[in-house]
């Protein structure tokens, strides 16, 4: 057997003690009580009520189809009708900007033409042909107001009066070489002096030269603007100028023979010795005696000191048998 140890181990004081640890799942502790005084009030909504509409009418459904169907169509229609006003006009300032260009072109054209060309020289006939040309063709790419400006350059340069204008005309260049002539037969003055000092005598052809006119028969002059202008003596002859603009112009000795006047407007307007016959003058607007003074100062027919605006025909014409239009 074994030998048995004499002195066994002393076993601690300790060991024989259970050691007890605390519990860590122990139960929450009771929740925290307000006193009644403190604790929150509880609000009670009642359920909502229900109240049931009445069906839509037949008008009802039809203004809301109505109001559906704008806000779907009526946004991009809107915007569609805006963008087509804009597109309006910029062609409108596009077009503008070509007729001025037109206008332009033809003024420097003609003038160049007038300058450079030695007139006397050259073939009168082929040089108006070569403006009428240049007219027609201008005139067809321009609007009415601006067809006046073309007519009244023509004018000023001389190139469209009427048979009448051009031998009053001829007749003042005789008449003034005449008379110098005479004044300095009259003041004597010695030869050698008369030589250097004597403008060049022109003759009766030369004369008769002076003047070379364009003929416009044909030219379209539809609604063309003359409003007030200042052109006696101008040529008209054949030309189409319906609806046209001649109200307080002053169109002595002016020719339309063959022209269409029909519903032009010649309120006020000075046709004294001016040659109507063949025109058309159907439905033209014209003013007399019996219109009245609010008329004429509406439409800017009254001359200074004058109370009255009447249209002023040829002798021996009456417009009661051109069914024109009286402006009362």
Known sequence: MPE?????????????KIRTFPNKLQPP??????????QKLTLHIPEAVTVKQPDPTRWEIWKQVFWSLVSVIGVPLALLLVSHEIEQANEATAQNTREAESIDAY???????LLNIDIEQADPSKIERLIRSKTLL?????????????????????????EQEVQRRQQEITNAQSLQQTTERLEEVPPQELAESQSPQKTTEEIEDTFHQVNLGG????????????????NLANTTMQKANLSNTNLVRADFTGADLNRADLSGADL?????????????????????????????LLKEGESTCP??????????????????
């Open 219 to 234: 030219l379209d002059l539809v609604g063309v603007n003359l409003n007030s202008a200042f052109i006696p003596g101008i």
């Open 138 to 162: 201008v005139t067809r790419q321009i609007n009415p107001n601006r067809k006046g400006q073309v007519v009244r350059f023509l004018y000023d340069q001389e190139l469209i009066f009427s």
């Open 107 to 113: 003024v420097d054209s003609v003038g160049e033409l």
């Open 272 to 300: 004294s010795s001016a040659t109507l016959d063949g025109s058309n003058l159907a439905n033209a607007v014209f003013t007399d005696d019996t219109t009245s003074q609010a008329v004429c100062e509406k439409y800017s």
């Open 29 to 38: 502790p009771p929740p925290l009580r307000l006193p009644e005084s403190e």
């Open 311 to 328: 249209t002023i025909f040829p002798d021996g014409f009456d417009p009661s048998t051109q069914t024109m239009v009286l402006l009362q």
């Open 4 to 16: 048995q140890n004499a002195n066994p181990p002393r076993r601690s004081s300790e060991q024989g």
